[in-house]
């Protein structure tokens, strides 16, 4: 099969998905809009045992745990007692592998190092413009005015993907949320230690999380409520100061550690979340979007990545087993949406347990928390232990 295929995007999905395809016989090439060295942007995620699977056929997993904090969790209440623990050793024997958090910048090195030792072509300083298609080829257009044709056109651009917005021009625009998940990193004396989970704290007025990473750096997320949308700008220049100042007086009768921490973090990312519509098509023609560009969703179950993941299994047997991409691209969109809808609907609920406390949700979730996780436990399986059922490798 020499049929070229180009893929948009070499974020997380991009570069799997190029190997993927690359492994059955098409000939990829993926086109980037950042530049090469731009993978600063981002701060950590989850990847959980159903996006671990995917990886580990192209990845040496032992390389994402070079940096990186585990995926337990201890919950604690405002008087800083231990309320419920959500212990993840038992994924190791359930699914092979255990959720870990990492840096998302690391994720993209890897995934886009691994892409290249296979030979696939990444080019960066491709910003996706436009594009059109006939009965035998489909082109690309990008900013800087050069071209490519290709059979198919495979939409890695996350979650503002632009060519979601050729595709579908009257879908309509993303919603934002009035949440921005906030992270950072921290240099803290007394947490120099790496620690075996990720301490979920419901302080006083709000929720702060931390953990330590094997490198002994502080690693720290929570969800901040703004009316207005932040600018680019603000995001890039003003936004962490305001965070940090916000988080500095509504943890100031908390854990002192917390405003140390607060304090001592030499850099503060701001993540806004937004809503994206549902499509009623993912596809059209010779294109298909996958990953957030199809369905993104907010990181409070830390499902992004691994969703995008399990895409790239899918689309790759399906195109596979049809050699045709128009019954591929239906029965990817068939096979997954009620899927990942479950999953975002799923990220909603918990995104609003962390919500603003109040004295009575505290006292109810305080007793209640323990309880609830070990449902969850249970629950959480069928995202956890997730195998596409075509799969049939050797
Ligand atoms: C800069 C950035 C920071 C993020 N930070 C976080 C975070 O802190 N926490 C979290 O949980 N999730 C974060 N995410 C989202 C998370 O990475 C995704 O949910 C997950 O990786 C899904 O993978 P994906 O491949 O579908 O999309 P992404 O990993 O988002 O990859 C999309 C890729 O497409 C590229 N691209 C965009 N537009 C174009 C275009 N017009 N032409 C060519 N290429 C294009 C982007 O530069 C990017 O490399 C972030 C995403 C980005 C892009």
């Not at 993978?39 to 950590?44: D, N, S």
């Not at 992004?304 to 045709?324: F, M, N, P, R, Y």
């Amino acid at each position: 099969m020499d049929k070229k295929v180009l893929v948009i995007g070499a974020g997380v999905a991009g570069p799997i998905l190029a190997l993927q395809l690359k492994k059955i016989g098409f000939d990829v090439e993926i086109f980037e809009a950042r530049s090469e060295g731009n993978t600063k942007e981002g701060a950590f995620l989850g990847l959980t045992p159903n996006g671990l699977n995917v990886l580990k056929e192209f990845i040496d997993l032992k390389l994402l745990t070079k940096d990186y904090t585990p995926g337990s969790m201890k919950f604690f209440n405002s008087k800083g007692k231990q309320i419920a623990k959500l212990d993840t050793a038992y994924q190791k024997q359930q699914y092979g592998v255990e959720t870990i958090q990492i840096k998302r910048a690391n994720l993209t090195k890897y995934v886009r190092l691994a892409a290249k030792a296979a030979g696939i072509k990444i080019w960066y300083d491709k910003k996706f413009i436009s594009y059109h298609e006939d009965n035998k080829q489909i082109t690309a257009n990008f900013a800087d005015g050069t071209m490519v044709t290709g059979y198919i056109m495979l939409a890695c651009d996350g979650m503002f993907s632009e060519v979601r917005k050729q595709l579908f021009p009257n879908t309509s625009a993303l919603k934002y949320t009035k949440v921005i998940s906030t992270g950072g990193y921290a240099n803290v004396a007394e947490l120099s230690e790496p620690l075996d989970s990720i301490r979920m704290n419901f302080g006083e007025r709000g929720f702060f999380a931390y953990s330590v990473s094997d490198k002994g750096e502080v690693w720290w997320f929570n969800n901040y409520f703004r009316e207005q949308e932040p600018k680019p700008k603000e995001i890039e220049k003003t936004l962490n100061t305001e965070i940090q100042a916000y988080l500095a007086d509504i943890h100031q009768h908390d854990d002192p550690l917390f405003s140390k921490i607060i304090k001592n973090s030499h850099q503060i990312l701001a993540y806004p979340i937004y809503d994206v519509p549902k499509l009623l098509h993912w596809y059209k023609g010779r294109v298909c979007l996958i990953g957030d560009a199809a369905h993104g969703i907010s990181p409070h179950i830390g499902q992004g990545a691994s969703l995008a993941l399990e895409d790239t299994v899918v689309i790759a047997e399906l195109l596979k087993l049809h050699k045709d991409y128009r019954p591929a691209f239906q029965f990817f969109q068939r096979e997954r949406q009620s899927r990942v809808e479950r999953v975002i609907k799923s990220a909603r609920k918990v995104g609003n347990t962390k919500t603003k406390t109040n004295p009575v949700t505290a006292w109810f979730r305080d007793r209640l928390i323990g309880l609830f996780i070990k449902k969850q436990i249970k629950q959480l399986d069928w995202i956890y232990g997730w195998i596409f059922p075509l799969k049939n490798r050797n």
